[in-house]
Structure formats: structure tokens, C-alpha cells
């Protein structure tokens, strides 16, 4: 499909049919890449997506535990006489 580059204010631009659009699968964000001379649109991915599940895992394992948990529980003699509130 070949079509015109437009004028955006002070860029420019294309229009993408909506039907190209649908059937893409795109949505509301995008990703552009820059591959060998070529433009790439694709969705754009959800940041942090999976974590919810990944965090729901860990709890299950037990591995969501804080690794310097002695030390909070344990505080230094630093912490004793030098630390003001």
C-alpha cells in the first residue's frame, strides 16, 4: 500500500487506514524502530507487565522475603549512638 507523507504542524506524517490499523491489532501507544531503512510500528508493550503474577509467585515461594532483614532487626552500634530522630 503506498501513501503520502502529510504535514503535522511542524512534522510530518502518514495516515494509517483503520482497517490496516484493526487488523494490526494496534492500540492506543506505539513503538517506532528504525531497522535497516525501515520504519516499524508495532503495539507498544505494557510496562510491568507480568509483575502481578510474578509477585503472586514469589509470596507462594516464600522468596519475597527482605534480604537485609537481620540487619534491620539488629541494629549497628552506629545506629545506637549516633543516629538522631
Do not use: C, H, Y
Amino acid at each position: 500500500m503506498k501513501t503520502k507523507i502529510i504535514r503535522i504542524g511542524n512534522s510530518q506524517g502518514v495516515r494509517i487506514p483503520k482497517p490496516l490499523i484493526e487488523e494490526s491489532g494496534i492500540t492506543d501507544e506505539i513503538e517506532m524502530i528504525l531497522r535497516d531503512n525501515e520504519i516499524v510500528l508495532r503495539s507498544a508493550e505494557k510496562t510491568r507487565n507480568g509483575w502481578e503474577d510474578s509477585f503472586e509467585k514469589m509470596a507462594k515461594e516464600g522468596d519475597d522475603a527482605l534480604l537485609d532483614q537481620e540487619d534491620i532487626e539488629n541494629p549497628s552500634d552506629w545506629d545506637e549512638t549516633e543516629w538522631e530522630w
